[in-house]
């Protein structure tokens, strides 16, 4: 692996290493206190499956899988590797942030970043070049382990502070998860405005500010319960659409079946990897998802059941016998005679 650098203020590593010494960059007075709460980066000393031997790793890096290499960092941190047992597979940010193409290192390295438009694949970076690209899952390829890290030593807020709906600034709408785990929370809340996705359908029109989130660390493959308490009482009738992927399908709206609205709340139930989770992958613990309160036209009305060709074809027979057996019944003088009164 090449040589480490900074990415934010500073990026250290445990134990010896044979690294060329950490850059830092400088950055404006605003920008330094807002990562003044960061917690610095700490990266392992060497690959995994490399020995530190003073100032040198030795030994060959072990060729991992993706979910090989989650499997590690649980490995590392049950083991206490390094006095620490917060290790974790770096995101592709912070791994693309190591790469110092002055002094090139060797091999393709994992990121815990999967690779949204084919959740089979994850995000890795070639220390040689520098470049990144995803890979199956199932390719063979070094680890890196990190520690720290902004907003990665806690878990992120089960409950978000009161947050402004764009639609009008003087109100705000609070969310809260539950399930998934007690690391489960959210890396990233937001209401946005309609205009920051793509217009839904015709005969579909959002009842309220769309909701935007990534829930992290949730355990993999589990089941979250998002609340959405909006200001304002939703309209009657109102149902829940999302914007994302599906399984097969490119991303756009569709209405999400697993929701229950009632006055001004909003539930949904979500799985990690399952419909409504746009990443798709259920290994990773990562929820992303965007959506929003709906009413719909009259495109959206339920259509009036309509009988089939085989339906009007029964009805026709049905009179037809029932016009034939009149018939009959006038031939042979048959008629039902008025009772006298």
């Excluded at 090449?2 to 400088?26: D, E, P, R, S, V």
């Excluded at 001004?264 to 798709?280: E, P």
């Amino acid at each position: 692996m090449g040589a480490i650098k900074n990415k934010a203020a500073c990026a250290c590593q445990t134990g010896a290493t044979g690294q060329k010494g950490l850059k830092f960059l400088l950055l404006p007075a605003a920008l330094a206190a807002a990562f003044s709460h960061a917690e610095p980066l700490q990266w392992d000393t060497c690959a995994w499956g490399q020995t530190a031997a003073g100032h040198a790793c030795t030994g060959t890096p072990a060729a991992l899988t993706w979910q090989q290499a989650l499997q590690a960092a649980e490995q590392a941190n049950n083991a206490g590797h390094q006095g620490h047992s917060d290790w974790r597979v770096p995101n592709r940010t912070e791994l693309e942030s190591t790469v110092d193409l002055a002094v090139p290192g060797t091999g393709a390295f994992w990121s815990s970043t999967s690779y949204h438009p084919a959740p089979a694949q994850a995000w890795g970076v070639d220390f040689a070049d520098g470049s990144s690209s995803p890979s199956a899952k199932t390719a063979p390829q070094a680890l890196r382990l990190v520690r720290g890290g902004d907003d990665y030593r806690t878990p992120g807020p089960a409950t978000t502070p009161p947050l402004p709906v764009p639609s009008n600034p003087s109100e705000t709408a609070q969310v809260t998860a539950t399930g998934g785990g007690s690391t489960c929370g959210f890396a990233k809340a937001g209401f946005i405005s309609a205009a920051a996705l793509p217009a839904p359908p015709t005969h579909v029109t959002l009842a309220a500010d769309p909701f935007d989130f990534v829930l992290d660390g949730c355990t993999p493959g589990s089941t979250v319960q998002i609340t959405i308490t909006y200001p304002q009482p939703l309209p009657a009738g109102a149902r829940f659409w999302k914007h994302g992927p599906r399984p097969g399908a490119a991303a756009g709206w569709y209405a999400y079946p697993r929701a229950a609205i009632s006055g001004n709340t909003v539930v949904l139930t979500l799985t990690d990897g399952a419909l409504g989770d746009d990443d798709l992958d259920a290994t990773n613990g990562r929820i992303v998802d965007a959506g929003a309160p709906v009413v719909l036209g009259a495109g959206g009305a339920a259509a009036i059941p309509t009988l089939s060709q085989w339906g009007v074809l029964l009805l026709s027979a049905l009179l037809g016998l029932a016009a034939l057996r009149r018939k009959i019944l006038s031939i042979f003088g048959i008629y039902r005679l008025p009772v006298k009164r």
